[in-house]
C-alpha cells in the first residue's frame, strides 16, 4: 500500500514562508520511478497544478500563478518531496496536495498521477 503524507501547512501572515514535505512510502514503492506533483484546492476552486519535478531532479515545471515564489525539490534518499513557499498571499489559501506520477508521465494534469496525500491545509491572512 502506497502512502503519501504532507506536512508543514499552517497559517501564516501575508508575505511570510512555508515549507511543505510529503514523504513517501510502501512496499511496492520506488520513489526514483517517480516523477512528483504538488496541487492545490482553495474554497470553492477546483484543484490546480503548481509545480512538478522529475525522478532526476533535472527539470521543474511551474504553473504561472507561481512567477518564482514556490520552489520544488526532492530527496530521494528521505523519499520526500519539498515544496518551499516564499512572499505568500491571501489567495495562496487552500488545502495542498502532493502527488505521483509513474514515469515518464510528466504532466499538469491531476488525472495523470496514481497517487495522493490526503493534503494539508494552508491559510495565510492578510
Known amino acids: 500500500q502506497v502512502q503519501l503524507v504532507e506536512s508543514g501547512g499552517g497559517l501564516v501572515q501575508a508575505g511570510g514562508s512555508l515549507r511543505l514535505s510529503c514523504a513517501a512510502s510502501g512496499r511496492s514503492f520506488t520513489f526514483s520511478n517517480y516523477n512528483m506533483g504538488w496541487f492545490r484546492q482553495g474554497p470553492g476552486k477546483e484543484r490546480e497544478f503548481i509545480a512538478a519535478i522529475r525522478w532526476t531532479s533535472t527539470e521543474v515545471n511551474y504553473a504561472g500563478f507561481v512567477k518564482g515564489r514556490f520552489a520544488i525539490s526532492r530527496d530521494d534518499a528521505k523519499n520526500t518531496v519539498y515544496l518551499q513557499m516564499n512572499s505568500l498571499k491571501p489567495e495562496d489559501t487552500a488545502v495542498y496536495y502532493c502527488?505521483?506520477?509513474?514515469?515518464?508521465?510528466?504532466?499538469?494534469?491531476?488525472?495523470?498521477?496514481?497517487?495522493w496525500g490526503q493534503g494539508t491545509q494552508v491559510t495565510v491572512s492578510s
Open positions: 502527488a505521483a506520477a509513474l514515469r515518464p508521465i510528466w504532466s499538469t494534469e491531476d488525472g495523470s498521477y496514481t497517487y
